[in-house]
């Protein structure tokens, strides 16, 4: 498992749908798909209306645990992530899917990692782009 941290966010001019661009500090890379709604967000196009991802983890505080970190792993569905929660000196693990865990790991300051599996990319992505293929 390697810390990594998000590098950018790409958007599609035409559709607005994305990919978090995720890095750890021996250069190796990990890209997550991310819809228009949440690329917009993560690229700093934010507005007043308060996101799901905030008030999950303000109602995580509020119920006395602490959130830990965010690990993106494959799962039996492809690319996943986990989040863990501390309270009261036990652990929890919530899975979600990948960009929701970038999300709260943004939005959170969450430490993020990713396993040695996601980084190989085993995690069923997306062809690299190229010229015949957009962002998405």
């Given at each position: 498992?390697?810390?990594?941290?998000?590098?950018?966010?790409?958007?599609?001019?035409?559709?607005?749908?994305?990919r978090a661009e995720l890095e750890s500090p021996d250069g190796e890379r990990l890209e997550?798909?991310?819809?228009?709604?949440?690329?917009?967000?993560?690229?700093?196009?934010?507005?007043?209306?308060?996101?799901?991802?905030?008030?999950?983890?303000?109602?995580?505080?509020?119920?006395?645990?602490?959130?830990?970190?965010?690990?993106?792993?494959?799962?039996?569905?492809?690319?996943?992530?986990?989040?863990?929660?501390?309270?009261?000196?036990?652990?929890?693990?919530?899975?979600?899917?990948?960009?929701?865990?970038?999300?709260?790991?943004?939005?959170?300051?969450?430490?993020?990692?990713?396993?040695d599996q996601a980084l190989a990319g085993d995690g069923d992505e997306p062809a690299d782009?190229?010229?015949?293929?957009?962002?998405?």
């Open positions: 498992m390697k810390r990594i941290e998000l590098k950018r966010v790409r958007v599609c001019s035409r559709c607005g749908r994305g997550v798909p991310l819809d228009a709604p949440r690329a917009r967000e993560l690229s700093g196009e934010r507005d007043e209306v308060r996101s799901l991802a905030t008030f999950v983890l303000d109602q995580v505080v509020t119920s006395g645990a602490e959130p830990g970190e965010v690990v993106l792993d494959v799962g039996p569905s492809g690319l996943r992530a986990l989040l863990s929660l501390l309270r009261n000196g036990d652990a929890e693990v919530l899975a979600c899917t990948a960009q929701e865990g970038v999300e709260l790991a943004v939005r959170g300051d969450l430490s993020l990692y990713a396993t782009p190229t010229s015949r293929n957009t962002v998405h």
